[in-house]
């Protein structure tokens, strides 16, 4: 189960509030990644649109009210609990993969 969407610059309804602010999303000539920015400035270069306690990403169309999905658990194998981050670097399927190979171990992964 995932959210409906990712909390990031690209995604559009994120990037509309950002600029509704005084906020703008540019894609980063270092690594590519759409960052959000003061506009006609070059900080503070977020690769995230929700975060808790940045004042100044607050002012510039950052929040920190989070999407919240219910999901009934008790007939899932698995409950991965994961940040943006994780998504960056290892696909869903990478994900269960790796988890599947402790299913049958009893064991618990912590990565």
């Known amino acids: 189960m995932t959210p409906d969407k990712d909390h990031i610059p690209k ?14 999303v540019r894609q980063s000539s270092v690594d590519k990644k759409h960052r959000i920015y003061v506009r006609a400035r070059m900080y503070p270069g977020l690769s995230i649109s929700r975060s808790i306690g940045d004042v ?5 169309g950052v929040i920190s009210t989070p999407e919240v999905v219910e999901h009934n658990i008790s007939n899932d194998l698995y409950l991965i609990i994961a940040s943006g981050g994780l998504w960056d670097h290892i696909s869903t399927e990478e994900v269960v993969e790796l988890i599947s190979s402790y299913k049958d171990t009893g064991s618990t992964l912590y990565v």
Not at 11 to 24: A, L, Q
Not at 56 to 60: K, N, Q, R
């Open 11 to 24: 995604n559009i309804d994120e990037k509309i509030r950002i600029y509704n602010f005084t906020g703008e």
């Open 56 to 60: 100044l990403a607050h002012e510039i």
